[in-house]
């Protein structure tokens, strides 16, 4: 069974991890997501972190009660997975 990790864009704005390629992620957040910003989406599994570098493309609201936003997080470079 794969568990979901933990997931942080930085400077510390926690966000869910809705879908993950190695090309991109769909975050989900409590906090405004802003298209065009760069950050870095760090992710804690099993033990282990890894960070990847990427910029904020499509972002909109998910959800109005509560609001939550949602975006995609286009990585600088391929990520690459572990089996």
């Not at 809705?18 to 997501?33: F, G, Q, Y």
């Not at 950050?39 to 904020?56: C, F, N, P, W």
Request: glycine share 6%.
């Amino acid at each position: 069974m794969l568990s979901i990790p933990e997931a942080v864009l930085r400077p510390g704005q926690a966000v869910v991890l809705v879908n993950i390629t190695s090309r991109a992620a769909l975050v989900e957040s409590d906090a405004r997501l802003r298209p065009g910003a760069h950050t870095e989406l760090q992710l804690a599994m099993q033990g282990r972190r890894t960070s990847i570098k990427g910029q904020l493309d499509r972002c909109h609201v998910s959800t109005l009660d509560p609001l939550r936003y949602r975006g995609v997080l286009m990585f600088e470079a391929r990520l690459e997975f572990q089996e």
